[in-house]
């Protein structure tokens, strides 16, 4: 319980947060957000992390001249690129041995199941799309690396989405936050940045449920 106050607090208040990190650390915010970004599309057992909301708050915070909006964007789009293609070759090397417990929480089959159901739909493209969809985004350069995709395409996709994830989110909350309204609901607005940013993971859910209740029918 005490832990999911601490973290319901980072994510209502993630703009107080990080402008008290930017505070103590100058210019140290640029490696803290990076290796954020970095554990988040890199590493599998992270996808708690923020991504959309950070980014967002991040570009709201650039608004002020602090930290400069071109040099964190960045350095932000080149953490993903980084995170991305640390998370294809471990997939490629360790594949499927790394999912063999179906009770972890983190490291589960279905995960990978989900992902790949999203590779089944849409193919390649799901390097890009996934950018915009939490955990699958975790996941999905790992399955494209455990599925032996052809590197220099899953590179070109990787790119073209890492760049519009990065300065999308960030730019919308540079251009946005300055707002009245957003200044003061800013925990609301970060809620649904998240609840938007999780709209196709929640329609890939249900519509799996619905075929799996059809084929049981």
């Known amino acids: 319980m005490e832990f999911f106050s601490g973290f319901l607090d980072l994510v209502l208040h993630l703009d107080t947060h990080l402008q008290a990190l930017t505070a103590q650390y100058g210019a140290w915010i640029y490696a803290i957000l990076f290796a954020v970004i ?41 953490a993903s690129f980084l995170g991305d293609n640390t998370n294809y070759w471990i997939g490629h090397y360790l594949g499927p041995r790394l999912f063999r417990h179906e009770n972890s929480r983190v490291l589960n089959p279905a995960h ?3 992902t790949q159901r999203f590779y089944d739909r849409y193919g390649a493209k799901t390097v890009f799309m996934a950018r915009f969809v939490p955990i699958v ?8 690396g455990v599925g032996r995709m052809h590197y220099p395409r899953f590179l070109t996709f990787d790119i073209a989405g890492g760049i ?8 919308l909350g540079y251009f946005t936050g300055a707002l009245p309204f957003i200044k003061d ?9 998240i609840l938007i940013s999780v709209l196709p993971l929640a329609f890939e859910l249900v519509r799996a449920r619905m075929q799996r209740v059809r084929a049981g029918a």
Do not use: Q
């Not at 599309?41 to 071109?70: C, I, K, Q, R």
């Not at 985004?137 to 494209?144: D, E, H, L, S, Y």
């Open 112 to 114: 990978l199941e989900r």
């Open 185 to 193: 609901n800013f925990g609301l607005v970060t809620i649904g940045v």
């Open 38 to 78: 970095f554990c988040e599309t890199g590493l599998v057992v992270t996808p708690f992390l923020p991504g959309d909301s950070l980014l967002f708050v991040a570009g709201t915070l650039s608004a002020t001249g602090n930290p400069y909006v071109h040099d964190l964007f960045f350095a932000l789009a080149a």
């Open 164 to 171: 519009l994830w990065v300065w999308g989110f960030g730019l």
């Open 137 to 144: 985004r975790t996941f999905a350069p790992f399955v494209a």
